[in-house]
């Protein structure tokens, strides 16, 4: 069965640094988000992709994070300068198309910024 | 942001028996709603869902049922297993809001052999 995958499953960074975070979609989805669920709190949408730009972003994916589909298969989230409050898991989703709400998760990476 | 809630942080139940899980939610403008099941160190895996236009849809041992006047939806599951123990995400939304979902904050199922 196809599935989203994600990489790294866990990535250790210092605050200010620079982070990618990595996610393959299923391959003939068209729709892509990131969420990201902090310890303790809700998943949160942060992001979602279509037809190679942002179509919506949260008030939390501000000028520090940005997303990119560099090639036909994977789609990227960068962190310019890392904050401690961006530790969380973030997920990555893809869906079929706009008219299908349901949305296939990754199985997240786990960022921790110390 | 409260627009989706799962007021039951918790659940126990036993094997065969049924689990109950409800969530409400305040966001008018929603039309579609999702369950997502997580276990741990995994992403949440999509379960069931139902359309603003439609009271109840099943799927197996799994049913969830929409009352739009209460705002409210529930998730039966019938009967409960041990391999059902997670945590289950309701999740709501709506066409213009780009199918952007918006989380309640999770039920952790136990089943009981």
């Known amino acids: 069965e196809p599935e989203v995958t994600q990489t790294p499953s866990h990535q250790v960074t210092q605050m200010g640094q620079e982070v990618i975070l990595r996610c393959v979609p299923i391959s003939n989805h068209l729709y892509f988000y990131w969420y990201r669920q902090i310890l303790g709190q809700k998943v949160e949408f942060l992001v979602s992709?279509?037809?190679?730009?942002?179509?919506?972003k949260s008030e939390i994916f501000d000028d520090q994070f940005s997303v990119e589909r560099p090639d036909g298969s994977n789609f990227t989230l960068k962190i310019r300068s890392t904050k401690l409050e961006d530790s969380a898991m973030y997920f990555c989703?893809?869906?079929?198309?706009?008219?299908?709400?349901?949305?296939?998760f990754g199985p997240g990476t786990r960022l921790t910024v110390t | 942001d409260q627009q989706v809630k799962q007021n039951s942080p918790s659940l126990s139940v036993q094997e065969g028996r049924i689990s109950i899980l409800n969530c409400d939610y305040t966001n008018s403008m929603f039309d579609y709603f999702l369950w997502y099941k997580k276990y741990p160190a995994e992403g949440p895996t999509f379960l069931i869902s139902i359309s603003s236009i439609k009271d109840k849809n099943e799927d197996g041992r799994f049913t969830v049922f929409l009352n739009k006047s209460a705002k409210h939806l529930s998730l039966h599951i019938v009967p409960s297993q041990p391999g059902d123990s997670a945590v289950y995400f309701c999740a709501a939304t709506f066409k213009a809001a780009g199918n952007k979902l918006t989380f309640g904050g999770g039920t952790r199922v136990l089943v009981k052999p």
């Open positions: 989703a893809s869906c079929l198309t706009g008219g299908v709400y349901e949305q296939y």
């Open positions: 992709f279509y037809n190679n730009e942002i179509s919506e």
